[in-house]
T-cell receptor, first 112, second 114 residues
């Protein structure tokens, strides 16, 4: 069985400070991992993906994530938060087949 | 522009009525998916299709039905058998290439049962 756990349901940061969103996974197979962002009442947009190449993955809008197999983690970071980063973020796992397993989401609040 | 469109954006239904949500893509993707999203939860897979005229149940298919008569279209019907249909519904698509992993999402339809 595979699963994804996002360790924080809500994260609040001040504009200009770093953002850390934590994600742990469980999979019997070598996983592909993704971070998606969802703004209110919108679809999901891909931020970045890990597919067994480099363990440090850079994505759009200044986000990056590091795959750590020993810790079964794929945490998302950004050095300096912007007001437009306020959204919900999903960590997603793809193992065998084309089906995705979603984490419960982390809602990010950015304070001016 | 290539992409996925869903309509309508908002849908209201009376209890006991069936409703159909539209999903169209012009990305030439073979696979299409329907997800349900409830507040504070991740997405859950309802149905998916990897080829025209074929589809499989996902994790929460009860009370839903789909068809895949054309590659571009994958409509979802929410039937009266679905006990709690109020939710945000997202359609997605992807190629079926072995090394291709990500799915592309539409803007969603918010269904409210009155």
């Amino acid at each position: 069985a595979q699963s994804v756990t996002q360790l924080d349901s809500h994260v609040s940061v001040s504009e200009g400070t770093p953002v850390l969103l934590r994600c742990n996974y469980s999979s019997s197979y070598s996983p592909s991992l993704f971070w998606y962002v969802q703004h209110p009442n919108k679809g999901l947009q891909l931020l970045l993906k890990y597919t067994s190449a480099a363990t440090l993955v850079k994505g759009i809008n200044g986000f990056e994530a590091e795959f750590k197999k020993s810790e079964t983690s794929f945490h998302l970071t950004k050095p300096s938060a912007h007001m437009s980063d306020a959204a919900e973020y999903f960590c997603v796992l793809k193992a065998a087949g084309n089906k995705l397993t979603f984490g419960g989401g982390t809602r990010v609040l950015v304070k001016p | 522009d290539g992409g996925i469109t869903q309509s309508p954006k908002y849908l209201f239904r009376k209890e006991g009525q069936n409703v159909t949500l539209s999903c169209e893509q012009n990305l030439n993707h073979d696979a299409m998916y329907w997800y349900r999203q409830d507040p504070g939860q991740g997405l859950r897979l309802i149905y998916y299709s990897q080829i025209v005229n074929d589809f499989q149940k996902g994790d929460i298919a009860e009370g839903y039905s789909v068809s895949r008569e054309k590659k571009e279209s994958f409509p979802l019907t929410v039937t009266s058998a679905q006990k709690n249909p109020t939710a945000f519904y997202l359609c997605a698509s992807s190629p079926l290439a072995v090394n291709y992993n990500e799915q592309f999402f539409g803007p969603g339809t918010r269904l409210t049962v009155l």
